[in-house]
């Protein structure tokens, strides 16, 4: 009864760690797609900065124009990789989490399956108790 005890909670710890890694996994999409969501609005922006600048007669090849434009791209930049880097982090902590978990488990259930064989081991009636002075 205590060995099928210690192997369903062996199986649970087994499960929320498939759930860690399901958790990573999404992270890592939920990362990439902040990213892709930076990467369009920095679009919109260049697209209205564009625009703007052009109805005014700014010249976008050269100066306040194009510094304008590169700034953007730049910040841009940064924004899209700090979402990949925070969801890289994220997706990290998950996956040593779950790793964890299965250790924990694994160790557990073998304590406890050595703990069995250790009181079936040196239990009373097979000879090998200690204590007694008999076995010495």
């Known amino acids: 009864m205590a060995a099928q005890a210690d192997t369903t909670r062996r199986d649970l710890a087994h499960l929320n760690a498939r759930f860690k890694d399901i958790q990573m996994l999404d992270a890592l999409q939920r990362g990439r797609q902040v990213a892709q969501d930076v990467a369009r609005n920095a679009r919109n922006v260049t697209g209205q900065q564009v625009a703007g600048l052009a ?13 304008i434009q590169e700034e953007t791209g730049f910040f841009s930049g940064l924004d899209i990789q700090r979402a990949l880097n925070n969801a890289a982090r994220e997706a990290w902590g998950l996956r040593v ?5 299965r250790l924990e488990a694994n160790l557990a259930f073998d304590a406890a399956q050595g703990n069995q064989s ?8 097979n000879g090998m108790s200690t204590g007694t002075g008999q076995n010495s």
């Open 118 to 125: 250790s009181s079936n081991l040196f239990g009373p009636g």
């Open 97 to 101: 989490s779950g790793k964890l978990r």
């Open 55 to 67: 109805g005014a007669g700014v010249s976008l090849d050269s100066g306040t124009g194009l510094a």
